[in-house]
DNA sequence: TGTATTTCCTACTAAATCTATAGGATAATA
DNA sequence: TATTATCCTATAGATTTAGTAGGAAATACA
């Protein structure tokens, strides 16, 4: 399941990503708009920003915006800040891989392969749509 | 992340699928061979007995064995018994649907379309894929 | 300079989910 | 009747997720 975080980061840069100009945005707009806690927002665009993903500016008038074009922001990325790695078993991770505490052996593990193709699947998704689809509709 | 339940349940369907006679096989062997805790395992298979992937026999020389041939086993049966939903989200899942208590509307939602495909992608994978073929290597 | 505004940051709490474990009931075998 | 092994419910512990609290830091503007 999707975490709620990644959803509603997901929700909070499309709502960014649809407007025009590029002028900060506050938090409490986008959590009235998209129907998220804002205290619960707030730390999540921290980490959007922390990411590269956002710029911010403090103080009256100030907020988030996009720091990139939406069609140069691919969903592996935002996916893989968001809710962590695309694999679903971290030895067949690519970018957070890890030995599989209870499994011994990679190559003679039965769900090794499936998981693989798995990953492949949902890479191949995310690759090909950017934050740019997501408001195309 | 996959879950340990489903994981330990794929390893001792395929352990099962491997032998070719189809006589019971006792959980302690499974859980010794597959490095499961027994007590775990127990209730797995407990839930893949009862969902029909699953045999069983009580007393001296019982234990548990497949029911269909492993061809005949989908990866979406298996996963959405041991896993529960393919989709990331539930108004996108064919066998769980639920609207989202969070999106008042899945026209307009952001990440609907997007949702769709992973688990289209994801779809494609776990129909083509039967035990049969995880223990094929 | 001072005040209001808005993000920044750490820590914490509450709730949900996952991973087991306990302990006996039930059935089959010999 | 003794032994073996699954059946079943309930519960405990661990981890993750979701959300909250409270103030610090920076900016804008009068």
Redesign the interface.
């Known amino acids: ?2 975490s ?1 975080k990644t ?1 509603y980061g ?2 909070a840069l ?2 960014l990503a649809k407007r025009e100009s590029r002028e900060p945005i506050q938090i409490a707009e986008i959590a009235e708009s998209e ?2 806690s804002q205290k619960f927002l707030e730390s999540i665009l921290l980490t959007l920003r922390r990411n590269g993903f956002l710029g911010s500016k403090k103080g009256k008038g100030g907020g988030y915006y996009l720091i990139k074009d939406p069609e140069d922001i691919p ?1 592996t990325a935002i996916m893989r800040v968001l809710e ?2 695309i694999a ?2 971290p030895c067949v991770s690519l970018n957070f891989y890890e030995k599989c505490d ?3 052996d990679e190559n003679t593990c ?2 090794f ?3 693989v ?2 990953r492949d ?2 890479l ?3 690759r090909n ?1 950017s934050l740019a ?3 195309a ?1």
């Open positions: 399941m999707l709620k959803k997901l929700k499309t709502f129907n998220i969903m962590g790695p679903m078993v209870d499994c011994p039965s769900i392969g499936l998981m193709k798995v699947a949902n191949e998704v995310y749509t689809d997501l408001i509709k």
